[in-house]
């Protein structure tokens, strides 16, 4: 059974950095998709970024440049680095897995509880 767990959330000045971390898959499989999204209060979620097993990236436009999605095949976990973070209204990060490739039809089949992250101004 698959577990997802994020750490590393919590409240950055404008211009900070964060960086997230998400456990409890095992990205050794041959085949997998892995992903955060964001969703604020009263908003849907949104893609931030995905990486495939081919170790294809995807960001969405509005944090392209200012993260890095990677896999730490030493800890097992899926990280998300955030730099130059912009104030805007707290969201929960959720990170989600599936094992298929990215870019196959198909939602995530495991995802966290979610990390919040505050940005203030």
């Known amino acids: 059974q698959v577990h997802l767990a994020e750490s590393g959330g919590g409240s950055v000045q404008s211009g900070g950095s964060l960086r997230l971390s998400c456990a409890g898959y095992?990205?050794?499989?041959?085949?997998?998709?892995g992903a955060w999204f964001r969703q604020a209060p009263g908003k849907a979620r949104e893609g931030v970024a995905s990486?495939?097993?081919?170790?294809?990236?995807t960001y969405a436009d509005s944090v392209n440049g200012r993260v890095t999605l990677s896999l730490d095949l030493a800890k097992t976990t899926l990280d998300l680095q955030m730099n130059s973070l912009k104030p805007e209204n707290p969201a929960m990060y959720f990170c989600?897995?599936?094992?298929?490739?990215?870019?196959?039809?198909?939602?995530?089949?495991?995802w966290g509880q979610g990390t919040q992250v505050t940005v203030a101004s």
């Open positions: 095992s990205w050794s499989k041959t085949s997998y998709c």
């Open positions: 989600a897995a599936v094992p298929r490739m990215c870019l196959r039809p198909g939602g995530f089949g495991y």
């Open positions: 990486i495939s097993s081919d170790g294809s990236t």
